[in-house]
């Protein structure tokens, strides 16, 4: 049988980042050090398979701290949490490790440094999304504003329009964002903010990489989960770039071969929890079905690194 012919842009960068990669090997480390069963306060990263892997390993998913024993360690997801929760695990003398990414943390400092100069924060973010509940938590409740939308900016009631500071999640749409901060610029002439804002590497380059290839591609798919932010906000850059066809999938069982009938190109990527693996069951599906011509589409190197807590380097 002849298959079709079919052009499969891969993005380049794509999928796992480095914050990922160091809380994977964190839950991973901590499983060698202190065995079985070790305690994940929330997905570790936002991808079912990872998760799954990690389970079968013995570690054990809560969404809460009380539902760990006291006497078993306790890993913090890449997001973040707020600083109540590490004061918990103090409290009750449990040994954990926070496996928040580093440019996560980097956001937190900013907010707390920014209160003790005594600017009232907001923050630009999903509302319930655990990192902006842990960006948010580091500040008594209260004192941060969120805000999701330029028109949650017109509605913003603030203690005083000239001490204001802004910090933002680090997985969102770099337009969307652009237009958020312009509002707030507009309304607050004053506000203080990160030189550009805290959308972090991974989720640029990962946009960027879509912006480039989604006008030549008839679809686009993005490897990724339903609850990861960053997966989410690249299907809306490549619809928007002028793709006609976007969409997530968690996996090649995913795939809606019916929508995809009659395509000559594809362009595929995934999210920053997604990994390597996942992305080539897809390429695997596709070959199944077409002719697959591969092309790399590299718009950026990434050679970030980073380094897991000093607690698991050394022996038990
Ligand atoms: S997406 Fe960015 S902020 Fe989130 S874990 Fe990866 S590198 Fe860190």
Redesign the pocket.
């Known amino acids: 049988m002849t298959l079709p012919p079919l052009t499969l842009y891969l993005a380049a960068p794509r999928g796992f980042?480095?914050?990922?990669d160091?809380?994977i090997k964190i839950v991973e480390m901590a499983l060698q050090k202190w065995g079985a069963p070790v305690y994940v306060r929330h997905e570790i990263?936002h991808n079912k398979y990872v998760v799954d892997s990690l389970r079968e390993q013995g570690a054990v998913f809560v969404e809460e701290l009380d539902e760990c024993p006291p006497d078993r360690p306790v890993i913090f997801s890449?997001?973040g949490v707020p600083k109540a929760v590490p004061a918990e695990a103090a409290e009750r003398e449990m040994v954990y490790v926070d496996a928040t990414?580093?440019?996560?943390s980097k956001v937190h400092i900013e907010a707390a440094r920014h209160s003790e100069n005594g600017l009232q924060m907001v923050m630009i973010g999903h509302a319930g999304h655990p990192?902006t509940v842990g960006t948010m938590g580091q500040l008594p409740e209260g004192e941060v504003l969120l805000v999701e939308t330029p028109a949650d900016v017109a509605t913003l009631s603030v203690r005083d329009p000239d001490k204001l500071a802004f910090v933002t999640q680090?997985?969102l749409s770099l337009d969307d964002t652009a237009e958020i901060v312009a509002a707030l610029k507009a309304r607050f002439p004053n506000i203080v903010g990160p030189h550009k804002e805290d959308i972090?590497?991974?989720?640029t380059n990962r946009q960027e990489a879509v912006k480039a290839m989604a006008p030549d591609c008839d679809a686009l798919l993005v490897v990724g989960a339903p609850n990861s932010s960053?997966s989410k906000r690249l299907v809306e850059v490549g619809a928007r770039a002028g793709c006609r066809y976007a969409q997530l999938v968690q996996r090649a069982a995913d795939i809606d071969w019916r929508a995809l009938e009659g395509i000559r190109s594809l362009g595929l990527t995934a999210g920053?929890?997604a990994p390597d693996v996942l992305i080539e069951e897809v390429i695997d599906a596709f070959r199944q079905h077409y002719d697959v011509t591969l092309e790399t589409v590299t718009t950026a190197e990434e050679h970030?690194e980073?380094k897991v807590p000093r607690v698991l380097r050394e022996p038990a």
């Open positions: 980042c480095a914050g990922v160091r809380a990263v890449a997001h990414c580093p440019l996560v990192e680090t997985t972090c590497y991974a989720t960053n920053a929890s970030v980073f």
